[in-house]
């Protein structure tokens, strides 16, 4: 098995393990030190710059941070309502079909995308040095399972997939569609179920943000992932058929 395709097979390991290590960020706790979020970082930053008051910083950096997580939530639901979740969360890349129709008409690795801004929003709540590791390390795993994906479905979907390749944009979303719309139709609840922990993680910004209390947000992320678990363990979703 190809390094890359060992990435993409445990993508979801990897994410966590990234996660785990940057909450940890045991770099930052040498000497015993106790180190402060990215989130009250940030705003400090923003006031010792002389761009805003303390205050108004730090609602600054949580509503950018929530709305990146409203964001990666719709933009993952709505590529999982079109791709189907079990081919999401498959382990496996799967060649055998490729959807070029809702956000795959604007941007050619949605789920990607909404991975990226769920990182940057949840680092927010890591050390500074954990979130930098974070942002860094999963940047440069998207990149590479980007590319695994794309060499397979080059190599497999002929020349209808390189003409995609040509038309859709790989990360930055196009402001208008590139293709036209296909006959797939999406499959909101497989969608949504598929996409729970980010919804739960954005309901818990929106709700509790406001305390101010980091440790809280992190707890509200636990149960949200440990909510996705249940959801999966008595769910179990089937390949959306186009018509």
Known sequence: ????????????????????????????????????????????????????????????VIALATFALLLAALVRTWAAAYLGSDVV??????????????????????????????????????????????????????????LAEERKLTMEGGDAYTAYLKRVP????????????????????QGFLGEIHLWGMTITYLIFAHRYNVTLLEQGVLISVGITFLVRAIWRPAIPANP
């Open 89 to 146: 969360y498959d382990r496996d890349l799967h060649s055998e079909r490729v959807v070029a129709d809702g956000p795959y008409r604007y941007v050619r690795n949605p789920l990607y995308l909404g991975t990226w801004l769920l990182t940057a929003a949840i680092s927010i709540l890591m050390p500074p040095g954990g979130a930098l590791f974070a942002l860094a390390t999963a940047t440069l795993l998207i990149v590479v399972w980007m």
């Open 1 to 60: 098995m190809k390094f890359a395709d060992f990435l993409f097979r445990f993508r979801r390991l990897a994410l966590v393990l990234i996660f785990v290590v940057a909450f940890w960020a045991p770099w930052e706790r040498l000497g015993g030190a106790h180190p402060g979020s990215t989130w009250l970082w940030l705003a400090g930053m923003l006031a010792a710059l002389g761009l805003c008051p303390i205050a108004t910083s730090t609602l600054v």
């Open 170 to 189: 790989r990360f930055f979303p196009a402001v208008v569609p590139r293709i036209p719309a296909g006959a797939a139709r999406p499959h909101w609840l």
